[in-house]
């Protein structure tokens, strides 16, 4: 898909038109015309979410991902506060140290894909069961056995999107897919119910002195929105929809920036040196200071941009009296019933205004100057539709970067040299043999 939109930018310009889904379809590609086609989205609400039906029925009719209109922004309302990073700290400072502990452990080659996979999923599950439900479940043999009962089925439940629709056929991806869905909602369920009687239980000041102790599916109970009519709040349908979406959001897509980010740490040792000499000023200063911080999301900020996990998004533009989405005067008007494309991968990698030499990596771009801001950072999506995770996925990167950069903590990488290190979407964006990789001390 990559390779697709950068190729048809250089023979058709940044807007051409095609058949996708059996259905005419726009893409758009280019800062300057995506920011066009964000504006119109926010201006006249007049797109749907664009999904095949095996894939609403396995995140949810429910989900943030699949909704539109004013549902969908009454979702975002409540999901978003729920999901900024400062609440989940913990989770995410437990989830690193257990990563690096096991990739210490490693004594051969392994996989870090696998491990990257399961970190992401292992910190999506800490922050939706909360960090004490997390670690009394490791100490409970019959909890244990529910905790990997869910990271095998969330497993079994994503290889079901890349599937054929045939979850009516027995012994098919999808069907084994509906069936994971199934179990973990029971599991969600019980979650649930748990909160809610603790929640009960408690009167308000107990709340409120609890507020950093919270979990996700706590927080999502809790959660209510004022829109001058009336309040609103998440049914535990909702809840599972958005926690499958969330969780998907939150391995895949983390799990491959984060693949990329070594990829390149691995191949460039200059750049690593000057990623650890941050890291390492910082812990001697003892201090907290943000200057490490953000030269870790600039780096993460060009992975995405060479590496984009998220190649495209797509929309439907519904007829709603809006006349469809105008691109401006040279690109003209498409009508309703058109499918539209972000081409985000496209962008990424070949908008030279916007990043110039696009073909070199070039952290620098997004690090603030006096004279400049940085650009546009497309991998997330744009519009109203934006990831709302988004912080959340950058808050578990740059922890993660940051305890296997350190020289007192962390680690390096040794590559097998017998492996096949060509990028595919998987879903993610992820090499074909895994990344095989050994671990080295980094004194």
């Given at each position: 898909?990559?390779?697709?939109?950068?190729?048809?930018?250089?023979?058709?310009?940044?807007?051409?038109?095609?058949?996708?889904?059996?259905?005419?379809?726009?893409?758009?590609?280019?800062?300057?015309?995506?920011?066009?086609?964000?504006?119109?989205?926010?201006?006249?609400?007049?797109?749907?979410?664009?999904?095949?039906?095996?894939?609403?029925?396995?995140?949810?009719?429910?989900?943030?991902?699949?909704?539109?209109?004013?549902?969908?922004?009454?979702?975002?309302?409540?999901?978003?506060?729920?999901?900024?990073?400062?609440?989940?700290?913990?989770?995410?400072?437990?989830?690193?140290?257990?990563?690096?502990?096991?990739?210490?452990?490693?004594?051969?080659?392994?996989?870090?894909?696998?491990?990257?996979?399961?970190?992401?999923?292992?910190?999506?599950?800490?922050?939706?069961?909360?960090?004490?439900?997390?670690?009394?479940?490791?100490?409970?043999?019959?909890?244990?056995?529910?905790?990997?009962?869910?990271?095998?089925?969330?497993?079994?439940?994503?290889?079901?999107?890349?599937?054929?629709?045939?979850?009516?056929?027995?012994?098919?991806?999808?069907?084994?897919?509906?069936?994971?869905?199934?179990?973990?909602?029971?599991?969600?369920?019980?979650v649930i119910e748990e909160e809610k009687q603790v929640l009960n239980s408690q009167d308000e000041s107990s709340r409120n002195r609890n507020q950093n102790k919270k979990c996700l599916v706590e927080r999502l109970l809790r959660a209510t929105t004022n829109n001058a009519v009336v309040e609103s709040s998440l049914t535990e349908e909702a809840i599972i929809d958005n926690i499958f979406t969330l969780v998907f959001a939150g391995t895949d897509t983390t799990a491959s920036v984060l693949t990329s980010a070594f990829f390149e740490l691995a191949k460039n040792d200059e750049l690593r040196e000057r990623l650890q000499a941050c890291v390492e000023k910082e812990e001697f200063e003892e201090n907290n200071n943000d200057a490490a911080d953000e030269v870790l999301r600039a780096f993460l900020?060009?992975?995405?941009?060479?590496?984009?996990?998220?190649?495209?998004?797509?929309?439907?533009?519904?007829?709603?009296?809006?006349?469809?989405?105008?691109?401006?005067?040279?690109?003209?008007?498409?009508?309703?019933?058109?499918?539209?494309?972000?081409?985000?991968?496209?962008?990424?990698?070949?908008?030279?205004?916007?990043?110039?030499?696009?073909?070199?990596?070039?952290?620098?771009?997004?690090?603030?100057?006096?004279?400049?801001?940085?650009?546009?950072?497309?991998?997330?999506?744009?519009?109203?539709?934006?990831?709302?995770?988004?912080?959340?996925?950058?808050?578990?990167?740059?922890?993660?970067?940051?305890?296997?950069?350190?020289?007192?903590?962390?680690?390096?990488?040794?590559?097998?040299?017998?492996?096949?290190?060509?990028?595919?979407?998987?879903?993610?964006?992820?090499?074909?043999?895994?990344?095989?990789?050994?671990?080295?001390?980094?004194?």
């Amino acid at each position: 898909m990559a390779s697709y939109q950068v190729s048809s930018r250089h023979k058709y310009g940044p807007v051409w038109r095609t058949n996708v889904l059996f259905n005419k379809c726009i893409f758009v590609s280019g800062s300057e015309h995506l920011h066009q086609l964000s504006k119109q989205e926010q201006l006249h609400r007049n797109t749907t979410a664009c999904f095949p039906p095996h894939h609403r029925a396995l995140f949810g009719n429910h989900s943030v991902l699949v909704t539109s209109g004013e549902e969908h922004a009454r979702l975002r309302s409540l999901i978003t506060p729920a999901l900024q990073p400062s609440l989940y700290k913990e989770e995410i400072d437990m989830a690193v140290s257990a990563f690096v502990l096991r990739c210490k452990n490693e004594k051969d080659y392994f996989p870090l894909v696998d491990a990257f996979k399961r970190f992401t999923l292992s910190v999506a599950l800490r922050i939706v069961l909360g960090e004490r439900r997390w670690q009394e479940w490791m100490k409970s043999d019959n909890n244990n056995s529910r905790l990997v009962a869910l990271l095998d089925d969330f497993s079994i439940w994503s290889k079901g999107l890349l599937s054929p629709p045939t979850s009516f056929i027995p012994f098919t991806a999808s069907y084994y897919a509906m069936k994971a869905r199934k179990r973990i909602s029971n599991i969600l369920l019980e979650v649930i119910e748990e909160e809610k009687q603790v929640l009960n239980s408690q009167d308000e000041s107990s709340r409120n002195r609890n507020q950093n102790k919270k979990c996700l599916v706590e927080r999502l109970l809790r959660a209510t929105t004022n829109n001058a009519v009336v309040e609103s709040s998440l049914t535990e349908e909702a809840i599972i929809d958005n926690i499958f979406t969330l969780v998907f959001a939150g391995t895949d897509t983390t799990a491959s920036v984060l693949t990329s980010a070594f990829f390149e740490l691995a191949k460039n040792d200059e750049l690593r040196e000057r990623l650890q000499a941050c890291v390492e000023k910082e812990e001697f200063e003892e201090n907290n200071n943000d200057a490490a911080d953000e030269v870790l999301r600039a780096f993460l900020s060009e992975v995405q941009r060479c590496y984009p996990a998220a190649p495209f998004t797509m929309r439907n533009i519904a007829d709603t009296g809006a006349d469809g989405i105008d691109l401006g005067d040279k690109n003209g008007r498409v009508p309703p019933g058109f499918n539209i494309t972000y081409a985000i991968a496209g962008t990424l990698l070949d908008d030279e205004d916007s990043y110039p030499n696009p073909s070199k990596f070039n952290m620098d771009r997004w690090l603030k100057t006096r004279d400049s801001k940085p650009p546009q950072n497309w991998a997330f999506g744009g519009g109203c539709r934006t990831c709302p995770g988004r912080f959340l996925s950058v808050a578990e990167s740059v922890a993660l970067l940051r305890a296997v950069l350190s020289r007192k903590h962390g680690f390096q990488l040794k590559l097998r040299i017998d492996q096949d290190l060509t990028f595919s979407y998987t879903p993610g964006y992820f090499p074909k043999d895994g990344f095989i990789v050994k671990v080295e001390s980094n004194i």
